[in-house]
């Protein structure tokens, strides 16, 4: 057997095996199935090598020529059919590849009938050569013009694409340009020019790094890859070595053969055990912290509060993946924008502290909906980004929650197939953990607000009976102090020195007018404390604001604020006067709250009333207090949300204030510029007109 024949042989089995092996990978996958018929090509050209390599005849020479060239024909045709699958643009060019198989077929019924050469002969010792016809040179043009066409399409693609399908891209370029070489290298000898091919044998190498490229890159890291070339050209080295080696020593080529397709059956056997045995000793880390990963998504089960869950989960992926970096980002709607709530960095961080909702990340998680690389999102516009970066989403109840960014391992290994499958289930168990959690805050929410509503009818029911109570001494403390004013003025005013009775009714005078004050917050309390039937009824804001009054200014005064109020009277309104009262105690409860506890001398609340225009009045109580956060101003008035601390109040009071302003037809919202610059709460509210009082 020469050189050439045995380069043949080798092509032939290398083709047969990776070819069947990328196709089982994935039967129905277009790539795997072109990959396919692409290698039984060039096995079938590389079949026909080897054996017209052994012919001694020329007539049996012939025959296998044939069929070799039958093969070259189609590793044109099937490499442009796996060009276009491989680049993605298959469906728009049926047509125009139709044409190229029609023009091949015809070039293999000439081949047939054998119009490409006039004849075969020995050359140089190297096997039986044709004679090329005009009809070869013409195909030999439309070779070449293949070869450049499916190159043209690959740097194509090479600008279409980026991240990974680039790289794979530059794999099968460069294993092609190799392949395509090995093979150009036959067409010397057909024209007589001494020009040995031994570059032949390229051509499993270009096979081998497309199979690379298509199964293996990106989905294990570089010492498995190795480990598992090595294995295969161990095995194969035996399977091909030992036969040829029998056949050299005895001559007996046949016997070699049978005892070559015996070690060839067994061959993927005695390949799939040994690289199993070897991946589970170079795998035994990886495989460790997968089985760590699943047992993080059933610990995280029993996390109930959502900051504890993502804390654990960032220690935890950080402990068992070790990577470079990683960072969670959580939505908030009031920014439209995810922000960094948990990470592990470093000083090559390449992420900002908030991602946009609308931007291509987000987009392409969204999409996507699983764990993805990086490298798979158009217009990043983030071209030094590594491309083994792994984006982990969570979605709750169909939303993207929250998003976890995982940098290249410290190891240097890459994330596998094996890996993406984990934080597949990972994602799924953290999504179902963070609804876990957030049920078990609005039970909590929802406990306090059955609480606070059970303590507050406590203390309305309190509040009337104290009132009451309180009520009927002072009424009687009001008729003694009637009764005496009328006995030391009317009775006893002779006997009273001059100078000591304009003290003396001054002082009677000061305690009736307290009494009566007291009465009147008395008064304002148990109508306050009422069960209202929720019943619109036509009222002055003079009205409410009283009883308002009433009630708040004996904290305002408690505090020493400085209260101003700006009123303009006669506004009429319809609606629910205890209703309106709450209202407005609840905000300016918030702002003594809010001016309390700030460093500034002089605490500050105005209240004003005022007309704008003739169907609508506004409300405003400014404050000088401890502000609101910018991102917070779109929802501070929605359900649970507050600004104060979790142990002071259950973030119902403003949501309920702005219930009761939309259930009287008007609106409500604040303005603040930011933390420590105060707040202004603003109502707008319908004017009840006169002659509408109906």
Request: glycine share 6%; net charge positive.
């Amino acid at each position: 057997m020469t050189y050439l024949g045995f380069s043949g042989l080798i092509n032939f089995i290398t083709c047969i095996f990776l070819g069947i092996f990328v196709l089982l990978r994935n039967p129905r996958g277009v790539k795997n199935r072109t990959y396919f018929f692409l290698n039984s090509s060039v096995a079938l050209y590389s079949i026909g090598y080897y054996i017209w390599q052994l012919c001694s005849d020329e007539n049996y020479a012939l025959l296998w020529f044939k069929v070799l060239v039958i093969g070259i024909i189609l590793i044109n045709v099937t490499y442009l059919h796996f060009v276009f699958a491989f680049i993605g643009i298959l469906k728009k060019k049926r047509i125009e590849l139709g044409v190229y198989y029609f023009i091949n077929f015809i070039f293999i019924l000439l081949n047939i009938r054998s119009l490409l050469y006039s004849s075969i002969e020995p050359r140089y010792s190297l096997g039986f050569w044709p004679n090329p016809t005009l009809f070869f040179n013409i195909y030999l043009i439309f070779w070449f013009w293949q070869c450049l066409y499916g190159f043209m399409w690959l740097i194509k693609g090479l600008k279409l694409f980026s991240g990974i399908k680039r790289e794979q891209i530059k794999y099968f370029t460069f294993a092609a340009i190799i392949g395509f070489v090995g093979g150009a290298t036959n067409w010397p000898m057909w024209y007589r020019i001494y020009f040995p091919p031994y570059l032949n044998i390229l051509i499993s190498v270009y096979i081998g790094l497309v199979a690379y490229a298509i199964v293996k890159y990106r989905l294990m890291d570089i010492t498995v890859a190795v480990t598992r070339a090595g294995i295969f050209i161990v095995v194969y080295t035996v399977v091909l070595g030992l036969p040829f080696l029998f056949g050299f020593k005895t001559g007996l080529w046949i016997l070699a053969m049978v005892f070559m397709a015996v070690l060839a059956t067994m061959a993927p056997f005695m390949y799939n055990h040994f690289r199993h045995r070897a991946e589970n000793i170079l795998l035994e880390k990886q495989k460790k912290y997968q089985k760590a990963l699943r047992e993080l998504a059933n610990e995280m089960s029993q996390i109930k509060v959502l900051d504890e869950l993502l804390k654990s989960v960032v220690e935890k992926v950080e402990e068992i993946v070790n990577p470079q970096y990683i960072g969670i980002y959580i939505y908030s709607k009031g920014e439209n924008a995810y922000n960094l709530k948990n990470i592990k960095v470093n000083e090559k961080y390449p992420f900002g502290i908030q991602i946009l909702k609308d931007s291509s990340m987000v987009s392409t998680l969204y999409h996507i909906k699983k764990p993805i690389f990086i490298d798979i999102i158009k217009d990043l516009n983030m071209p030094n980004i590594q491309r083994d970066v792994l984006l982990v989403p969570q979605f709750v109840e169909g939303s993207l929650f929250s998003f976890m960014i995982l940098g290249p391992k410290v190891n240097g290994m890459l994330y596998s197939e094996e890996d993406i499958a984990v934080f597949d289930i990972l994602t799924n168990q953290v999504a179902l953990a963070i609804e876990h959690c957030l049920y078990w805050e609005e039970e909590k929410v929802r406990l306090a607000r059955d609480e606070q509503i059970r303590r507050q009818r406590s203390m309305d029911h309190f509040s009337a009976s104290m009132a009451h109570e309180i009520d009927n001494p002072i009424f009687a403390v009001q008729c003694t102090v009637r009764s005496l004013k009328k006995t030391l003025f009317e009775e006893f005013q002779s006997i009273i020195p001059e100078d000591k009775v304009g003290y003396l009714e001054n002082k009677v005078n000061s305690i009736s007018k307290n009494l009566m004050r007291i009465s009147k917050m008395i008064k304002a309390v148990r109508e306050f404390s009422k069960q209202t039937t929720g019943e619109f009824e036509v009222i002055l804001m003079d009205q409410i604001v009283e009883t308002y009054l009433s009630i708040i200014e004996p904290q305002i005064k408690f505090d020493s604020i400085i209260f101003n109020k700006d009123i303009e009277p006669n506004i009429l309104i319809r609606g629910n006067k205890i209703h309106l009262e709450e209202a407005l105690i609840n905000l300016t409860t918030n702002a003594i709250h809010a001016v309390k506890y700030n460093n500034k001398a002089n605490k500050k609340i105005d209240l004003k009333i005022f007309r704008n225009g003739s169907d609508k009045f506004l409300i405003k109580i400014i404050d000088n207090g401890y502000g609101i956060k910018k991102d917070l101003l779109n929802d501070i008035f929605l359900d649970f949300v507050t600004t104060k601390a979790s142990t002071e109040v259950t973030g119902m009071g403003l949501a309920r204030v702005r219930k009761i302003v939309e259930n009287h037809g008007g609106r409500i919202w604040v303005e603040s510029e930011g933390e420590n610059k105060g707040a202004t709460f603003i109502l707008e509210m319908p004017i009840m007109k006169k002659d509408n009082k109906k």
